[in-house]
């Protein structure tokens, strides 16, 4: 009877976790005003938020916020890239936030690029002034127009650069801009708009620059043929998947 009883409380004992645990999930989502997964069209879907703020979204962006927004203060969050037009509203900053970051403004246009799978975190300034608080960086970090802040998750360096910004919003009308980036990170980026994975079987290859424009209704294999312009390659591509070597 000991035995039985003990089986008993034991599948009480789960069953109550497994309820609490339910009901903390559900909690959590009862937080969020509404998500958003877009941006796989030639254009950003453009998302127009309560207070008139836009946010175009990036290809395989997810986006949201909570029920809160706009009481104190305006409070988004973000894996993938985006585009905002910040409505101005001095009493209330408007923060994005993704996983490793705070990015703080008032009335401001700029671009985050935050995939959970990248390495780097980059934020471009068009218009305004921004403030960014990242993790394992003791210090703040301010950006004036046309600068952009790298922060590399893996060595936990920054780096702020000046840049045409406009450059790097022009993805919100289908055209993507690589100025001198290295294979490695293009092909990260190209990873996102089309959806495939890349295989690079070469470190030199990877660190091989290229500078160019594409639109995104090229196709991915016009886009490979326009890379072996500049950088021979030899690629295959095998539905998602597409493997890059040298010549």
Known sequence: KWLQFGNYAAVSFITVCLTSLFLTLNKEEDKIATRY???DGLNADIVELPD???V???SKTVFYYENDYGKRQRTVYLEGEAYFIVAKQKDKPFIVKTKEQNIEALGTKFNVTAYASDSLLTT???EGVVRLT???ISHQAVLRPNQQFIYNRNTHLTDIKKVDAKQFTAWTTGYYYFPEQSLEA???RLSHVYGVQFTV?????NKRTFTGTFYRGQSIKDIMEIINLSIPIK???DDHHITVSEI
């Not at 079987?201 to 290859?205: D, I, K, R, T």
Request: aromatic share 8%; hydrophobic share 35%; glycine share 16%.
């Open 235 to 237: 690629y295959k591509i």
């Open 201 to 205: 079987e070469s470190e030199a290859l």
């Open 134 to 136: 990242t993790d394992n």
């Open 56 to 58: 175009c979204l990036g």
């Open 186 to 188: 293009m092909l990260y």
């Open 37 to 39: 997964i877009g941006g």
């Open 124 to 126: 471009t300034l068009l």
């Open 52 to 54: 008139g703020t836009q």
